[in-house]
């Protein structure tokens, strides 16, 4: 079920939300959560398909802010709201508003989000492109227990990272930093199998790759090891080397779904390491909404050696 709505107010939305459950009868009650995303208008079928997918793992109210620009008296575009509401099979196991802000409401989207978060429940807010230097800061960020982000999204990913490090707030986290869930999980099964100490590390990945560098910060935090980083032709991480007394620990994927795992005195095996869709990552960040302390980690490098290694 749709329901279109011109010049209206989150009000009449939530109106319109009520008797689109009533219709089909379908209580909020089953929703988890409500997830915010905050997107342009060229990139929000593909946000919407994603997190609709990942509703089906976590049933939520998902609220699509988009600021349009329009024309009204003197060049400046009337403070207007325009939504589409959708209910039942149009939006997955939840149900989906589009929320299309104009003028002055674009700058308070926070205030014409808030009436329509799920009562009593977690709310999250992502950013598919352009996020705030600060997403903790951002009156919408600041809603939120998660606040998700994606370095692979900007211009200068680099660049990105270091304000990352600068504004980091417990709830912040990166699909970045999700990507590199697989590889994590084997290296922390790499090295419970050899039980050898780690003197040194190399990660080799496509240049500039936010993923990479995370993975390295992370291996210098862990281990308490330098990390060189090499540059490959991709596609984003594709071998990490761990050095120990008794040869070298490798995780090898150049390009496909599989990857093979070498350890010292033992033949090669195949692993599947595949690349995972936006959706698998948004459910999975949806799994747990705490603090992520490994991608604290990552970023800032406090840890120690005597920390064990884990995902």
Request: proline share 7%; no cysteine.
């Given at each position: 079920?749709?329901?279109?709505?011109?010049?209206?107010?989150?009000?009449?939305?939530?109106?319109?939300?009520?008797?689109?459950?009533?219709?089909?009868?379908?209580?909020?009650?089953?929703?988890?959560?409500?997830?915010?995303?905050?997107?342009?208008?060229?990139?929000?079928?593909?946000?919407?398909?994603?997190?609709?997918?990942?509703?089906?793992?976590?049933?939520?109210?998902?609220?699509?802010?988009?600021?349009?620009?329009?024309?009204?008296?003197?060049?400046?575009?009337?403070?207007?709201?325009?939504?589409?509401?959708?209910?039942?099979?149009?939006?997955?196991?939840?149900?989906?508003?589009?929320?299309?802000?104009?003028?002055?409401?674009?700058?308070?989207?926070?205030?014409?989000?808030?009436?329509?978060?799920?009562?009593?429940?977690?709310?999250?807010?992502?950013?598919?492109?352009?996020?705030?230097?600060?997403?903790?800061?951002?009156?919408?960020?600041?809603?939120?227990?998660?606040?998700?982000?994606?370095?692979?999204?900007?211009?200068?990913?680099?660049?990105?990272?270091?304000?990352?490090?600068?504004?980091?707030?417990?709830?912040?986290?990166?699909?970045?930093?999700?990507?590199?869930?697989?590889?994590r999980s084997m290296l922390a099964a790499a090295l419970d199998q050899a039980r050898m100490e780690v003197t040194s590390a190399v990660v080799e990945a496509e240049a500039d790759n936010p993923a990479a560098e995370l993975l390295a910060r992370w291996l210098e935090a862990r281990l308490g090891v330098g990390a060189e980083r090499r540059v490959s032709d991709g596609p984003a991480v594709t071998t990490v080397r761990l050095d120990t007394a008794a040869g070298e620990i490798v995780i090898d994927r150049p390009e496909?779904?599989?990857?093979?795992?070498?350890?010292?005195?033992?033949?090669?095996?195949?692993?599947?390491?595949?690349?995972?869709?936006?959706?698998?990552?948004?459910?999975?960040?949806?799994?747990?909404?705490?603090?992520?302390?490994?991608?604290?980690?990552?970023?800032?490098?406090?840890?120690?050696?005597?920390?064990?290694?884990?995902?």
């Amino acid at each position: 079920m749709r329901t279109e709505l011109t010049d209206t107010t989150a009000g009449a939305v939530e109106r319109a939300l009520a008797q689109g459950r009533r219709a089909l009868g379908t209580p909020a009650v089953g929703m988890v959560l409500t997830m915010a995303i905050v997107t342009d208008e060229e990139n929000a079928y593909d946000a919407i398909k994603a997190a609709e997918d990942a509703s089906r793992e976590h049933p939520s109210r998902t609220l699509v802010v988009i600021g349009r620009q329009g024309r009204g008296t003197h060049g400046r575009p009337r403070p207007r709201l325009d939504a589409e509401v959708r209910v039942g099979s149009e939006a997955g196991t939840g149900e989906t508003v589009v929320l299309r802000m104009y003028g002055e409401v674009s700058r308070h989207a926070d205030s014409v989000v808030l009436p329509l978060l799920l009562p009593d429940a977690p709310v999250v807010v992502w950013w598919p492109v352009d996020a705030p230097d600060n997403p903790a800061k951002d009156p919408l960020g600041a809603l939120a227990q998660r606040r998700i982000t994606d370095l692979y999204a900007v211009e200068n990913p680099m660049e990105t990272l270091g304000k990352r490090v600068r504004s980091y707030a417990p709830g912040d986290t990166d699909l970045a930093w999700t990507r590199l869930t697989l590889w994590r999980s084997m290296l922390a099964a790499a090295l419970d199998q050899a039980r050898m100490e780690v003197t040194s590390a190399v990660v080799e990945a496509e240049a500039d790759n936010p993923a990479a560098e995370l993975l390295a910060r992370w291996l210098e935090a862990r281990l308490g090891v330098g990390a060189e980083r090499r540059v490959s032709d991709g596609p984003a991480v594709t071998t990490v080397r761990l050095d120990t007394a008794a040869g070298e620990i490798v995780i090898d994927r150049p390009e496909g779904p599989v990857a093979t795992l070498t350890l010292p005195g033992q033949p090669p095996r195949t692993l599947a390491l595949k690349v995972r869709s936006t959706a698998e990552l948004i459910a999975e960040e949806l799994r747990r909404l705490d603090a992520d302390e490994m991608y604290a980690i990552a970023l800032t490098g406090e840890a120690t050696k005597e920390t064990p290694v884990h995902v």
